[in-house]
């Protein structure tokens, strides 16, 4: 079994279809998916559709953006109730924020002279959830940068024009509403936020302690050395290790579905959490 349990589709801000990404998955070889957008659950059922089809496991989830202790980091839920109310009533929230922040960035935008980034970020949504990656494509299409990294190195972190503070779910409303929803919560890509040693260590000594259950060991942005890493972590603190390539575009040459390396020897697997 292959299994990645973390991937974006254009329901969120990665570049392809629900269908088109569970089709994806099943030629390069993944057995069990996890479709896991940001602060939304609407590719779902469109998801689980193309996985039947594809004879291939589809794990419904979610990725919750979270403040802690003025960063944000993120929080992935798998074999979540994408119906449970508390869930649907946090998501609400969280796109309401989103869509604040989107106007926000367009009107800093404006102010060192890029205009209509709103609409045209819109373009690249497709209608459905905005967020930065959306502005960044805008920005690289019409010259602003050369490529993503780019971007946001120009426009989006602290202390260029179009940086916004942000202001999300705090970490027990989240962890809350993926355990009430029938699901497992998961640290994702955990070597990504600039968190120093102990102060990550806090983060999954209270992640635990709020019901959490396993941490990205394996992720499409971890280098070996972060893997070994993460799956001490994980053995200390006793949670279980998973793995997500973080997908949302087949043209990033460094995140390829079905490629990602296995879980080191001494972590538990987060699917014996549901295959067990």
Not at 146 to 173: C, M, Q
Not at 206 to 223: C, D, N, P, W, Y
């Amino acid at each position: 079994m292959i299994y990645d349990l973390h991937s974006h589709s254009t329901a969120s801000d990665g570049s392809l279809t629900p269908t088109q990404l569970v089709d994806l998955a099943a030629e390069s070889g993944v057995s069990c998916l996890a479709l896991t957008d940001h602060d939304g659950v609407d590719g779902i059922a469109e998801a689980v559709n193309a996985a039947k089809k594809n004879n291939i496991d589809l794990v419904p989830g979610i990725e919750l953006s979270v403040s802690y202790q003025r960063k944000t980091i993120h929080i992935v839920g798998l074999q979540i109730d994408i119906d449970y109310k508390p869930l649907c009533e946090g998501i609400k929230k969280l796109q309401e924020y989103r869509l604040w922040r989107a106007e926000e960035i367009a009107r800093r935008l404006a102010k060192v002279g890029i205009n209509d980034a709103l609409p045209g970020a819109w373009e690249y949504a497709n209608g459905n959830m905005i967020g930065r990656m959306h502005f960044a494509h805008f920005l690289i299409k019409n010259g602003y940068a050369k490529d993503t990294r780019s971007v946001f190195k120009k426009y989006l972190v602290k202390n260029k024009p179009g940086y916004i503070h942000g202001e999300w779910a705090e970490l027990d409303e989240a962890v809350g509403w993926i355990v009430g929803a029938g699901g497992i919560a998961v640290i994702a890509h955990p070597a990504r936020y600039p968190l120093k040693r102990n102060k990550l260590r806090k983060l999954v000594k209270e992640f635990k302690q709020l019901g959490g259950r396993g941490i990205e060991v394996v992720s499409a942005t971890h280098s070996i050395n972060d893997i070994n890493t993460m799956a001490c972590l994980a053995c200390d603190y006793e949670l279980h290790a998973s793995v997500g390539s973080d997908f949302h575009d087949p043209d990033v040459a460094w995140n390829k579905m079905g490629k990602l390396p296995p879980l080191p020897e001494q972590c538990q697997p987060i699917w014996h959490l549901w295959n067990n």
